[in-house]
């Protein structure tokens, strides 16, 4: 069929493409789902509502006298509320079809319209810089919100409805109290006009969409941006801080390390010479160098300011899935799909001993904060600790039901955290190897396990997410969301006040971690 004007609804598991809802013709300048998701409404000279099963017209509303650049349907989706270049809001009863009331006092056009989660009101914005709260049962207008110093393009509530957000071709968005329409907060950073904000499901985070073709995250909070690195071209396996919290190191299935200038947001420098995908990085502890493990068997060492490959380490009879220092920069430990596992001394690059005993490949490598031992995680379901002088096998832990993914010990040393495809990560007792608890809420495989520099909280990644829990009693405390693909690595920054984490959507998102 010829292509034309129309809306194409897609499937976003798979983005298959499913039958057009309206003619060649139709030219449909904003959108709107309704709460139960049957029914999307369309807005050009007039709004039409069309049956997203069948892909029928259901009805058409006619009153605006130019196009219908805003919709927004109540909760309970009885009423619609569009906002129209004739400078009006409109409030449709779409049970009887019947216009309920026109709301009048911008004095150009109406860009945006959102109703609080209540629905007790109505919040529009204007090509004329301001915002209008109305009353959502009479209509009333009940406060003009003045500040934005050019057309506001879109407005947002938060869930709990106690704070409105605005996007502005003056480049800022901007949060107000819901309540009593104060201004709290100005955000500062896109370069071009802001066309769309929208709140995370947890009120925390601001989301904003510019043309200067960028997405930013803020705290919603304190209004700190919150950052997503982008770069790789394909999923980022890996990221590390550097000891101290000024870049962060990725590794990608580009078969690059990528290392970024934590402040900024800007990419430091690529570091390419692996021939397959990069898996693991690690900063040196005095952060002059960089190493690596790769699928191309080996795992390799550079010069973290310039870029400059040092030495590479060959042995490993298959891919390298983790790399790790030693605590005094000596030494490091390598993870493989040939179960084994390798010490180095890192100046040398000399092989200095092989860790036997896994019956399936080595997954992760974690030195103890002392340097006496060695933690790794395998496909075999197991943590062991070794004696890392001797290479000599202390214990085995057994518990979890799939494949140990990540292992990370404690700032003290006491305890180990081990995360696995059986969905859970498990706290131990690293000196006995007892279980002390079960983190069990996750929803999917779990990649990857970090503790906080003070001991107190764990990080994990799983699905599309990253969660956060108290480390002393197992407790959820919060998730962070936004990747579009698996979580594969959390790393937190050396004074604890963000998590990185590293996505297959070929994204680095850094989170701020509120105290």
Do not use: C
Not at 105 to 111: D, I, M
Not at 114 to 134: K, M, N, Q, V
Not at 255 to 263: G, H, L, P, S
Not at 298 to 312: P, T
């Amino acid at each position: 069929m010829a292509s034309g004007i129309g809306i194409w609804l897609y499937d976003v598991e798979n983005f298959e493409q499913t039958p057009r809802l309206v003619g060649e013709n139709t030219y449909a300048l904003s959108v709107a789902w309704s709460p139960d998701g049957r029914n999307l409404a369309l807005g050009s000279w007039n709004i039409s509502a069309w049956d997203t099963t069948t892909t029928q017209l259901l009805w058409t509303l006619e009153g605006h006298a130019s196009w219908v650049s805003s919709m927004a349907w109540l909760p309970d989706g009885r009423y619609l509320a569009s906002g129209s270049w004739d400078r009006t809001v409109r409030v449709w009863d779409t049970w009887t079809r019947q216009l309920v009331w026109t709301l009048e006092g911008h004095t150009t056009a109406v860009l945006s319209a959102a109703w609080s989660p209540d629905g007790r009101y109505l919040a529009s914005g204007s090509d004329d810089s301001t915002i209008r709260i109305w009353e959502g049962e009479t209509g009333k207008l009940l406060r003009t919100l003045e500040g934005h110093g050019s057309d506001v393009n879109s407005v947002a509530w938060s869930l709990d409805g106690r704070y409105l957000a605005s996007g502005s071709s003056d480049n800022t968005v901007r949060v107000w109290d819901g309540e009593t329409g104060q201004l709290l907060q100005t955000l500062e950073g896109h370069t071009d006009s802001v066309s769309s904000v929208a709140w995370s499901l947890d009120g925390r985070y601001l989301a904003s969409g510019s043309s200067d073709g960028t997405i930013r995250v803020w705290g919603a909070v304190n209004g700190q941006l919150l950052q997503t690195l982008e770069g790789h071209t394909s999923r980022v396996s890996s990221v590390a801080w550097s000891p101290d919290g000024r870049h962060l190191a990725s590794g990608s299935s580009d078969n690059t390390i990528r290392v970024w200038d934590t402040a900024s947001g800007t990419l430091a420098g690529t570091l390419e010479g692996h021939i397959d995908l990069a898996h693991s990085v690690a900063w040196s502890p005095d952060g002059r160098y960089l190493a690596s493990s790769s699928d191309d068997n080996s795992v390799r060492i550079w010069d973290s300011v310039s870029g400059q490959l040092l030495r590479a380490f060959e042995g490993h009879e298959s891919s390298v899935d983790s790399v790790a220092w030693s605590p005094d920069g000596r030494y490091l430990a390598s993870g493989s799909w040939d179960d084994t596992v390798r010490v180095w001394e890192a100046e040398t690059g000399q092989h200095l001993r092989t860790l036997t005993g896994h019956a399936d490949p080595v997954l992760s490598v974690a030195w103890s904060p002392d340097g006496r031992y060695l933690a790794t995680g395998s496909w075999d379901n197991a943590v062991r600790v070794w004696d890392a002088e001797t290479g000599r096998r202390l214990r085995t832990i057994e518990g979890h039901a799939d494949e140990v993914n990540s292992v990370a010990w404690s700032p003290d040393g006491r305890y180990l955290a081990s995360a696995s495809a059986d969905n859970t990560v498990r706290v131990w007792d690293a000196r006995t190897g007892r279980r002390l608890r079960v983190l069990r809420e996750h929803t999917g495989i779990v990649r990857s396990v970090a503790w906080s520099p003070d001991g107190r909280f764990l990080a994990s990644g799983a699905s599309f997410m990253v969660w956060v829990w108290d480390a002393e009693t197992g407790q959820l405390l919060r998730t962070l969301e936004g990747h579009t693909r698996v979580v594969n690595s959390v790393a937190w920054s050396p004074d604890g006040r963000f998590i990185a984490s590293g996505s297959g959507d070929g994204t680095i998102r850094i989170w701020g971690v509120p105290k």
